[in-house]
């Protein structure tokens, strides 16, 4: 079993900054060897993948955050650097650990809510 809390969520102006972070634990053999994401959710609409690191490979970014976000991972904590932010990014953002390549094993943080104002 993992578990995930995120924090770091908040009220910002458009053009601002936020950081994200997840701690993750549990087995730590097991954190080191899954896919760690960030999910967001707006009001409305589905779940969507903003960003993930695979162990030991490059992030992947969705095209509407590229350049702007940054994920990152450091032992049991993954991060979410969100830089120049537009109110189309607000929402729900969730932590995911996923077992790579297989996917089998799927975990979900509480979520922390990030809200953009213009």
């Known amino acids: 079993q993992v578990q995930l809390v995120e924090s770091g969520g908040g009220l910002v102006q458009a053009g601002g900054s936020l950081r994200l972070s997840c701690a993750a634990s549990?087995?730590?053999?097991?954190?080191?060897?899954?896919?760690m994401g960030w999910y967001r959710q707006a009001p409305g609409k589905q779940r969507e993948l903003a960003a993930v690191?695979?162990?030991?490979?490059s992030a992947n970014y969705a095209d509407s955050v590229k350049g702007r976000f940054t994920i990152s991972r450091d032992n049991a904590r993954v991060y979410l650097q969100m830089n120049s932010l537009k109110p189309e990014d607000t929402g729900v953002y969730y932590c995911?650990?996923?077992?790579?390549?297989?996917?089998?094993?799927?975990?979900w943080g509480q979520g922390t809510q990030v809200t953009v104002s213009s």
């Open positions: 995911n650990a996923r077992s790579w390549p297989s996917g089998l094993r799927d975990y």
């Open positions: 549990g087995s730590i053999f097991s954190i080191n060897a899954m896919a």
């Open positions: 690191i695979p162990p030991g490979r």
